[in-house]
């Protein structure tokens, strides 16, 4: 468990900050990067890189650009994610920097951007990772291999397609009643607290007929609903009814679309905030040393 401070108090730091405050989450292949001054969230990147310390040099540089600004002008770099391990200098650029376990900057992000006082927050990046997050604790609840490289992988696999935006697209022509087997297909009888549409088993109805189309919902609806899915279990252990969703994927609707299924079924709220994409790295940008 950890304690944080309080979003308020978060707040108050980046507002008292004399310069520039940078936050980078460091993926295996993407780094995103945020940046406060004077309270103000700057505009954010995003890089692509096969190498995690090229990709966060070149999201640095591409940020400073963007937002031209100057390195005397930098306060802090704080660093997360799987890649920020390989930039083992204490230094960036020669700036100060530092890194940010990732769970933290997780649910710091996830509360600040929903601006909420307590939630489960999950981040869908290449894996998942679900924690709880209030005012005062961030605790890691679990994680799941399920995430955005299964949908690629998996995209890869059944439809010769290996980028978000591509599967994206076709997902949303698709048909998923060619795919998923539902209650109501193996069902006579209604069952107490699940409509006829619910899942009763991802691909369960697959045959020669499908579309290439089909196949993306399908892959989309299972990865967002085992997602889900783990989410609010954890959130019944953590008796809190709020989930904040984060992370590359939340760019796909058809994904959107599912959770927003899953507010209605389990009566959960469920929140993708604006700069969702961003969010693990404005929390690494708001993590604060005072942080135990």
């Known amino acids: 468990m950890t304690k944080i401070a309080g979003i308020g108090e978060q707040n108050r730091n980046i507002v008292g900050a004399s310069g520039v405050l940078i ?16 309270g103000k969230l700057l505009k954010e990147t995003l890089v692509k890189a096969s190498d995690p310390v090229a990709s966060a040099y070149g999201a640095l540089g591409k940020f400073m650009l963007l937002n031209e600004l100057r390195l005397d002008q930098v306060e802090a770099i704080r660093l997360t994610g799987v890649g920020a391990s ?13 890194i940010v376990p990732e769970f933290n900057a ?18 869908m990046g ?40 591509s599967i994206s697209e076709m997902s949303l022509e698709g048909d998923l009643q060619k795919i998923d087997l539902s209650v109501g297909d193996i069902s006579r009888r209604s069952i107490p607290g699940l409509s006829s549409d619910t899942t009763a088993s991802n691909f369960g ?12 919902h399908g892959i989309v609806n299972l990865v967002f609903q085992s997602v889900g899915t783990a989410a609010v279990l954890a959130a019944r252990l953590e008796k809190v009814d709020k989930i904040i969703f984060t992370g590359n994927l939340l760019r796909i609707e058809s994904g959107r679309t599912v959770l927003k299924g899953f507010a209605d079924l389990y009566n959960v709220k469920i929140v993708v905030p604006q700069h969702a994409e961003f969010a693990t790295a404005i929390g690494a940008a708001l993590y604060d040393s005072t942080i135990v």
Do not use: C, N, W
């Not at 390989?86 to 530092?98: C, G, I, K, N, R």
């Open 23 to 38: 936050g980078l989450d460091v993926g295996g292949s993407i780094t995103k990067i945020v940046g406060f001054h004077k």
């Open 86 to 98: 390989h930039v083992e200098d204490s230094e960036l650029l020669e700036l100060p920097s530092t």
């Open 106 to 123: 997780v649910g710091i992000g996830g509360l600040f951007t929903a601006q909420a006082e307590k939630a489960i927050v999950v981040s």
């Open 126 to 165: 290449t894996g998942t990772s679900i924690v709880y997050a209030d005012r005062k604790t961030i605790r890691h609840i679990i994680g799941s291999g399920v995430g955005g490289g299964t949908l690629l992988g998996l995209g890869q696999t059944m439809l010769g397609v290996r980028d978000f935006d």
């Open 205 to 216: 109805k697959v045959d020669e007929r499908v579309t290439a189309s089909d196949l993306a």
